[in-house]
């Protein structure tokens, strides 16, 4: 899938195009990995930063990668999101036990604030709910996003961490 956006506030004035990685062996996976680890400051200590684990992720058939890229350098990710299935500790409000999950997603600096979240997020319009994670007070811009646009928070965990929900009708 490829699809193109135009970058809007705080961006270079570019095209960006939308791409998909469902395969586990896909080329590009070290460079959104190699974006991540540069936006959160991971390396491969962490399952974050491992590419094996990247790839293991990757292999459940409703997994899959966003990202965006200029139309210049397409091999130049400036943004993603990750999809995984993820099984709950516990099940959800709604009894749900296991569902879609963006277990990452990440903006370079020089595009954030240019509606690349909200590009990738809508992508996944027919995905009818969805969880994301976040940490209120490391990641203040990502929790008014979800807070601004609707998202519901489902729980949070002992660590900080609060888990959101997106409601089909959004």
């Known amino acids: 899938m490829t699809t193109s956006t135009a970058a809007t506030a705080h961006t270079p004035q570019a095209s960006l195009q939308l791409h998909r990685i469902d395969n586990p062996d896909d080329e590009n996976i070290p460079r959104i990995l190699a974006l991540s680890n540069a936006i959160f400051d991971f390396d491969g200590s962490t399952k974050h930063g491992l590419i094996s684990y990247w790839r293991d992720c990757l292999v459940h058939p409703s997994s899959s990668i966003l990202y965006l890229a200029p139309d210049a350098q397409p091999t130049r990710p400036v943004a993603f999101l990750f999809v995984i299935w993820r099984k709950y500790d516990e099940p959800l409000k709604s009894g749900t036990a296991e569902g879609p999950h963006v277990w990452l997603a990440g903006v370079s ?59 089909a009708q959004i």
């Open 109 to 167: 600096a020089e595009w954030r604030r240019g509606g690349c979240l909200a590009r990738m997020v809508h992508e996944l319009r027919d995905i009818e709910s969805f969880t994301i994670c976040t940490h209120p007070r490391r990641y203040p811009h990502m929790w008014n996003w979800l807070t601004r646009r609707g998202w519901i928070q489902e729980r949070e965990f002992e660590d900080g961490k609060v888990m959101f929900i997106r409601p």
